[in-house]
C-alpha cells in the first residue's frame, strides 16, 4: 500500500511549542524555521514544500509565494495580513488566513499601559530617577483620565477593548470606525463622529485601531491631528502606514502633543536590529514601544490556538477560517442541482458536459446523505446551460437521480 505523505506546515517565525506539537499530533510534518526570512524563507518554502506556511511579522513577497508549487495556504499568525502580498497570493490561488481578535486584550492593555506613561511620565521620571534626580514637583503634574474623552478609530475588536477599559477609568468614549453607525455606537455606550477629525475635535487622547488597507493609508493626517486640543495624547498601536508620521512630528512641535507609539515606519522585521525611528528624533514627549503590542503570553497562546484550528478545519474539510482574499461576491448566475448515487464517475460526467457546453463552473459542493449511498451536488456556473447539454445530464448517467436548473437570486 502507498504510504500518504503528511501535510506539510513550514512555520517561519516564532511560535508557541504546544501548537507545534498540537498540529504534530494532528498528522503534520512540521519545520520550524523561525529565522527564515527573505531569501532564506523563499528557499526553504522550496526546499519543504510546504502545503501551509505560518508566520508572523515575516515579509511574504510574491518570489516567495512562488517558490513551491505545493504552497496552498498562508496563516498570518496575529490580526494584520498587510506583510503578505495577498494579490500575489490571490493570483495563485494560495488562501491567506488571519487571526481576528485574539490579540485585542493584549493591544488594549498596551494602549493603557501607554495613555498612562505618558500622563504621569512614567518613563522620564524613571529615567531622572536612575540617574540619581529628584524632581517631584515636575512629576507631580498630571491631568488624570477620569471624565476626560478618550477617542477612538477604529472600533473593531481592538477598539471595542480598549472602550471598555476607557469605561474602567471613568473616561467617555468618542469613536469613528467605517463601519460603525450611530445605533450600534449607541449599543456600544460611545458618542459617534462622522469621521476622525470629528473624533480628534472632541477627545482629549486620540487612540488609533485601523486596519492597514488602501483606503486607511494616511487617513490621520495634518487635518485631523489639527483639530486636536493643545497638549493632547496621541496613541498608535495599530499600524504605521495609517498615520501621516510627518505631519504628527509637525503636530508635536506646534500643538505639544505627547505620544504613545508601538509602530513606525519602515520598523526592522526582525526581533533584533539597529534602528533609529525619526519620529522619535522629533523632539517633545514621544514614548515608543518595540511594536509588541500582541506580545503577551496569553494572546500569544491565543493566536497559537487559533493558527492550529485554521490548519486542522483546512486538513478536514479544505475550507479556510478567516480567509481574507475570497472573492466577496460570486459571479455564478445559475445553478445545476444533481442528486444522484454515491458512485465514482457521477461528478465527472456532469463537469464534462458542462465543459462541453462551453460554461464555468464558479462554485460546487457536494453534500454526502446518511447513509452514503446518496448525495446532492450543487453546482454554480457563471451562464445559462443549453437545453440539450442538460438533457444529456439528466439521462447519460445511469447513477443520477435528478436534476434541477435555476438561476441564482440576486
Given amino acids: 500500500m502507498i504510504e500518504v505523505a503528511r501535510m506539510k506546515v513550514l512555520i517561519a517565525d516564532s511560535f508557541e511549542t504546544e501548537g507545534i506539537e498540537e498540529l504534530k499530533r494532528a498528522g503534520c510534518d512540521?519545520?520550524?524555521?523561525?529565522?527564515?526570512?527573505?531569501?532564506?524563507?523563499?528557499?526553504?518554502?522550496?526546499?519543504?514544500?510546504?502545503?501551509?506556511?505560518?508566520?508572523?511579522?515575516?515579509?511574504?513577497?510574491e518570489p516567495m509565494l512562488s517558490a513551491g508549487s505545493a504552497l496552498s495556504v498562508v496563516v498570518?499568525?496575529?490580526?494584520?495580513?498587510?506583510?503578505?502580498?495577498?494579490?500575489a497570493a490571490s493570483?495563485?490561488?494560495?488562501?491567506?488566513?488571519?487571526?481576528?481578535?485574539?490579540?485585542?486584550?493584549?493591544?488594549?492593555?498596551?494602549?493603557?499601559?501607554?495613555?498612562?506613561?505618558?500622563?504621569?511620565?512614567?518613563?522620564?521620571?524613571?529615567?531622572?530617577?536612575?540617574?540619581?534626580?529628584?524632581?517631584?514637583?515636575?512629576?507631580?503634574?498630571?491631568?488624570?483620565l477620569k471624565d476626560r474623552t478618550l477617542g477612538i478609530v477604529g472600533l473593531g475588536q481592538i477598539g471595542q477593548a480598549v472602550a471598555a477599559r476607557a469605561r474602567a477609568f471613568e473616561m467617555g468614549v468618542a469613536a469613528w470606525s467605517r463601519s460603525l453607525t450611530e445605533h450600534r455606537a449607541e449599543e456600544l455606550g460611545v458618542l459617534y463622529c462622522h469621521s476622525p477629525a470629528d473624533v480628534a475635535a472632541c477627545c482629549d487622547v486620540l487612540s488609533i485601531h485601523l486596519a492597514a488597507a488602501p483606503e486607511t493609508k494616511g487617513i490621520i493626517n495634518a487635518s485631523v491631528l489639527n483639530r486636536l486640543a493643545p497638549g493632547s495624547y496621541v496613541i498608535n498601536t495599530s499600524r504605521a502606514e495609517v498615520m501621516d508620521?510627518?505631519?504628527?512630528?509637525?503636530?508635536?512641535a506646534e500643538k505639544k502633543l505627547r505620544v504613545g507609539l508601538d509602530v513606525y515606519p519602515d520598523e526592522p522585521s526582525g526581533g533584533e536590529a539597529d534602528f533609529k525611528a525619526a519620529i522619535l528624533q522629533a523632539g517633545g514627549m514621544i514614548?515608543?514601544?518595540?511594536?509588541?503590542?500582541?506580545s503577551?503570553?496569553?494572546a500569544q497562546l491565543a493566536i497559537a490556538a487559533e493558527t492550529v484550528r485554521i490548519v486542522k478545519e483546512y486538513m478536514r474539510t479544505g475550507h479556510v477560517a478567516n480567509c481574507v482574499n475570497l472573492l466577496g461576491r460570486s459571479r455564478a448566475r445559475?445553478?445545476?442541482?444533481?442528486?444522484?448515487?454515491?458512485?465514482?464517475g457521477v461528478l465527472a460526467f456532469t463537469l464534462h458536459e458542462?465543459?462541453?457546453a462551453g460554461v464555468n463552473v464558479e462554485e460546487m459542493e457536494n453534500v454526502i446523505c446518511a447513509g452514503a449511498e446518496s448525495a446532492c451536488a450543487q453546482i454554480k456556473l457563471a451562464g445559462p446551460l443549453p437545453d440539450d447539454a442538460l438533457q444529456r445530464i439528466r439521462t447519460g448517467n445511469e447513477h443520477i437521480l435528478g436534476v434541477t436548473f435555476a438561476k441564482v437570486p440576486d
Fill in 354 to 356: 458542462i465543459s462541453h
Fill in 287 to 294: 514614548y515608543g514601544t518595540h511594536h509588541i503590542g500582541a
Fill in 296 to 298: 503577551t503570553e496569553q
Fill in 334 to 344: 445559475y445553478v445545476v442541482v444533481v442528486r444522484h448515487r454515491n458512485r465514482p
Fill in 30 to 61: 512540521v519545520a520550524y524555521e523561525p529565522k527564515a526570512e527573505g531569501d532564506a524563507l523563499r528557499d526553504a518554502i522550496a526546499r519543504t514544500q510546504c502545503v501551509v506556511l505560518v508566520v508572523r511579522g515575516t515579509q511574504v513577497t
Fill in 91 to 144: 493570483r495563485r490561488s494560495i488562501l491567506v488566513a488571519n487571526c481576528p481578535g485574539k490579540n485585542a486584550v493584549a493591544v488594549a492593555e498596551l494602549t493603557f499601559g501607554l495613555i498612562l506613561a505618558l500622563d504621569r511620565r512614567i518613563a522620564d521620571g524613571v529615567a531622572d530617577l536612575r540617574s540619581g534626580k529628584w524632581n517631584k514637583k515636575l512629576y507631580s503634574q498630571a491631568k488624570g
Fill in 76 to 87: 498570518r499568525a496575529g490580526a494584520g495580513f498587510n506583510t503578505i502580498d495577498v494579490d
Fill in 245 to 252: 508620521y510627518k505631519a504628527l512630528a509637525v503636530a508635536v
